[in-house]
């Protein structure tokens, strides 16, 4: 079956009522039939019927024996994290997410774990990365801001020869595009707040996994910490699910023309959107994914046009996050990528002439209309 | 203003731009901004959301402290306060605290070279032995989880600042209408949401209030790093449960107190564990810090076989875990609650076979009485 398909018929045909949509169990406890006995459910932090739709929603999605929602994609990540103990070390991706950066450098590094931060388009310097006491590889693809594409595929066959797990944020990606577990990952990692849930009204974050032990290990630390996604988010979630598809299609469409109308523009300097035949990642992303996605970063002169293009826009909103249906500008190096350094952020081109857009399903003429305004100060310009 | 009052007003409650007087439920995840400079006060909703800061403001205004943090579960706000602590830092426990927050020390953090001991808290002196030179903090709850054994907080409270710790209390059971500790020097209040402040079991949710600001940044810092944060709809959720404590927690105890007696009075019941009970040890230490024995009865059947014979026939308690909820819930800690405990710590500190935790809900208390002799009969 197809992931489109898949993703429409979460929850269909689960409900005893016969309802289409299934319902909220807005619960906390369960009753158990008889001394001894048990439905199943006993209490929702370790289990919720409408989180368990989401969470086998999910794992089939990605082609995974397990699923794992939590309250937010940072209360995903941490769960992952608490898998390892002190002295473990990891390798991750240089210009990841900087809410994964910060809870890495400023918590997990205080309990004893540490990391090595590379370039993972790089497969080499990945495999040099390694020590006899890595324990996981953590990878996003494309990354953010800078839309680098990592080879999947490489990176979990030297993982796996190594006897080290390997980690995909997919965010960027979604099952629709790529479904890292069949690339060989071990497990996948979302902000489901983005194009998973794609319409800016839930804080999210899913986990698939491929094998039932590292599954048992997961749901260990996800029943003992308690970092549960409420039943009414999980509804949320699954409702999103089900437009996957034609939103994705849309968003994808949208954020080719303009980053094909960036690409021609005087006022901007680069373009990184790996959906484009030019950049440096599209083959290795065609060759593992079904589409560039609709993240489009764009570098312009100096940092006063990059303010001038935030003040400026009108249809597009200036806000952090991205995924859902509303296009929205971010100005990484202030936003989403504060807790890094600047010298380390100005060296991977995190710099304050980058912006970083996310796409959504309005008209592309009218999200040209807008950029070109707040590029020129007329739209005629385009 | 009296805290049965200040439950319904804390001042925050009411929508400052319409005058709704309910919160209305924000389900944005990310805000507009109008400045590259300047954030508005809300950007993200793991780092603010005007519905949970509603709820955050009202609980830490409740139990006296300076910030409150609302998180996804009572677990997920526990672990996130032990998250503050470093490898090779030590935390003193009392032994019969909740089966999850034993678990997740014992099996998790320990992990992270966070080490913990479990004394009885009913004996400072114990306390005292089991501080180290690494210590950082005391984690405690009184009543204690299944036993209602009962701590003096200001004797904790004085430990605690003589040796510079920080006194962290699980506040769950009594909630802030009954005992109000960062009054008696506790630095750090935790709730499991879930129970009696949500009060309907019908969402799970942990708080967490702290005394000071420089705390109070640690956890924000904590809260939005990890982000194990409580959805808009199951804030709302929450606020609406707290507007109803004082009414539904008066009759909690009403009928908590006629069941106590009441099995005390049976031949089939061993003991009862229940701080109202004038034979309670802890009775004038509570009596002294709390305005109320709380909802919670524990009490021993004469035997195993007897007390799995009963938890087969009671009718009207739920049989089920968790507490706190209008119905009433009978639950089996050695099996429920406590499981996460080792079968060795749970027979040394009286968790055993023959004990059963019972949440009082605010059904008539002569029906639960009338269902529990059948189902002792």
């Known amino acids: ?382 | 203003m009296k805290i049965g009052t200040k439950i319904l007003h804390t001042g925050n409650e009411i929508d400052p731009t319409t005058g709704a007087v309910s919160v209305p439920i924000f389900n944005a995840a990310t805000f507009r901004q109008t400045s590259v400079d300047a954030c508005g006060p809300y950007d993200y909703s793991r780092s603010g959301n005007p519905t949970r800061n509603a709820l955050e403001e009202i609980i830490a205004n409740l139990e006296g402290g300076v910030k409150g943090f609302a998180f996804s579960s009572g677990m997920a706000a526990i672990s996130s306060v032990f998250l503050l602590f470093s490898p090779g830092d030590h935390i003193v426990a009392c032994e019969d605290v909740y089966g999850g927050a034993y678990r997740v020390l014992n099996k998790l953090f320990s992990r992270l070279g966070i080490e913990s001991t479990f004394v009885d808290f009913t004996d400072i002196g114990k306390i005292r032995e089991a501080v180290r030179p690494n210590t950082r903090a005391l984690y405690l709850e009184t009543p204690s989880n299944p036993l209602l054994k009962i701590t003096d907080l200001r004797a904790v409270s004085t430990l605690a600042r003589e040796r510079g710790l920080l006194g962290i209390i699980d506040n769950t059971f009594m909630t802030p209408y009954l005992q109000r500790q960062i009054g008696y020097g506790m630095d750090i209040v935790i709730h499991s949401a879930t129970k009696y402040l949500g009060g309907h079991s019908d969402l799970v949710a942990g708080l967490a209030v702290a005394a000071d600001g420089k705390i109070a940044g640690q956890i924000k810092f904590i809260q939005n790093a990890f982000g194990a944060v409580l959805g808009p709809h199951d804030s709302w959720l929450l606020m609406r449960g707290i507007k109803t404590l004082k009414a539904r927690m008066d009759m909690h105890q009403r009928g908590a107190a006629k069941l106590a007696e009441w099995l005390q009075g049976r031949p089939e019941v061993k003991e009862v564990l229940f701080p109202g009970l004038s034979g309670h040890p802890g009775r004038a230490i509570h009596e002294s810090q709390a305005d109320g024995p709380g909802g919670i009865v524990s009490f021993r059947l004469q035997t195993e076989e007897m007390t799995k014979k009963f938890l087969g026939r009671v009718r009207l308690p739920v049989l089920g875990v968790s507490l706190g909820g209008v119905e009433s819930i009978i639950s089996y800690p050695v099996t429920m609650s406590h499981a996460g405990m080792h079968p060795d710590h749970r027979k040394r500190v009286g968790i055993t076979e023959d004990l059963v935790r019972l949440s009082v809900g605010i059904e008539d208390p002569d029906d639960l009485i009338e269902d529990l002799e059948s189902a002792l009969g």
């Open chain 1, 1 to 382: 079956m197809k992931t489109s398909t898949m993703a429409v018929q979460i929850g269909v045909r689960r409900d005893a009522t016969g309802a289409m949509s299934f319902p909220i169990y807005q619960n906390a406890t369960f009753s158990h039939p008889a001394f001894g006995q048990s439905t199943g459910y006993d209490y929702s932090r370790s289990g919720n019927p409408t989180r368990k739709i989401l969470e086998e929603g999910i794992a089939q999605l990605d082609g995974g024996v397990r699923g794992f929602a939590y309250s937010s994609g940072m209360a995903a990540i941490t769960s992952l994290l608490l898998l390892f103990k002190q002295g473990d070390h990891l390798v991750v991706t240089e210009d990841l997410y900087g809410g994964t950066f910060r809870v890495i450098d400023k918590v997990f590094v205080k309990h004893g774990l540490s990391a090595t931060y590379v370039d993972t388009c790089d497969s080499n310097a990945v495999n040099r990365a390694i020590r006899e006491n890595t324990r996981a590889i953590l990878l996003e693809v494309p990354t953010n801001p800078l839309l680098k594409v990592a080879d999947v595929r490489k990176i979990s066959g030297i993982a796996r020869g190594r006897g080290v797990l390997t980690i995909v944020d997919n965010t960027f990606m979604t099952p629709y595009l790529m479904r890292p577990l069949d690339l060989g990952a071990d497990a996948v990692v979302y902000s489901a707040t983005k194009f998973i849930a794609g319409h800016n009204d839930v804080l999210a974050g899913l986990v698939t996994v491929k094998n039932e032990e590292l599954g048992n290990r997961i749901y260990f630390v996800q029943n003992s910490v308690g970092a549960v996604l409420g039943p009414q988010d999980c509804w949320l979630v699954i409702r999103g699910l089900k437009t996957l598809s034609v939103r994705i299609d849309r968003q994808l469409e949208n954020a080719r023309t303009i980053a094909e109308w960036l690409s021609r523009c005087a006022a901007v300097k680069k373009v990184y959107y790996p959906g484009l035949e030019t950049d440096p990642g599209h083959r290795l992303l065609k060759g593992q994914a079904r589409g560039g996605g609709a993240m489009v970063s764009f570098e312009v002169a100096d940092r006063g046009i990059a303010e001038a293009v935030l003040k400026k826009v009108r249809l597009i909103s200036f806000a952090e996050s991205l995924g859902g249906v509303e296009t929205l500008i971010t100005y990484p190096a202030f936003q989403t990528h504060s807790d890094m350094e600047p010298k380390e952020r100005e060296r991977m081109g995190i710099n304050d002439r980058l912006l970083r857009l996310s796409v959504g399903i309005e008209d592309a003429g009218d999200l040209l209309d807008d950029l070109c305004q707040a590029l020129y100060g007329v739209e005629e310009n385009r």
